[in-house]
Nanobody, 122 residues
Framework: EVRLVESGGGLVQPGGSLRLSCVASGFPFSEYDMAWVRQAPGKGLERVSTINGESNSISDIASVRGRFAITRNNAKNTLYLQMTRLKPEDTAVYYC???????????????RGQGTQVTVSS
């Protein structure tokens, strides 16, 4: 059974930083592409960053490029999202996500963890 457990969220002031973590189990982590997705209040799911198994292919949405960095430690089955220069519009529940195959499929078909709340506010 796929299990994803996120942590690291919280309340931070604009301009601050947070590091999210996601511990994965139940599948061969190093072979699977992974993603961070988020859902802001009243909005749909948004794929924020993706990373392949070897960490040599990474993509980010434009709004976080240069501020967020996705990384992974395959030895620890852990995915990370380092978030810097946070903005109020980054407020959302953040989920790590994986597909049923090694490549990420449509957002609606990804398995997500329980999520971790990130609130950016002064």
């Amino acid at each position: 059974e796929v299990r994803l457990v996120e942590s690291g969220g919280g309340l931070v002031q604009p301009g601050g930083s947070l590091r999210l973590s996601c511990v994965a189990s139940g599948f061969p982590f190093s072979e699977y592409d992974m993603a961070w997705v988020r859902q802001a209040p009243g909005k749909g799911l948004e794929r924020v960053s993706t990373i392949n198994g070897e960490s040599n292919s990474i993509s980010d949405i434009a709004s976080v490029r240069g501020r967020f960095a996705i990384t992974r430690n395959n030895a620890k089955n852990t995915l990370y999202l380092q978030m810097t220069r946070l903005k109020p519009e980054d407020t959302a529940v953040y989920y790590c996500a994986v597909g049923s195959t090694p490549t990420l499929g449509p957002l609606s078909e990804l398995t997500r963890g329980q999520g971790t709340q990130v609130t950016v506010s002064s």
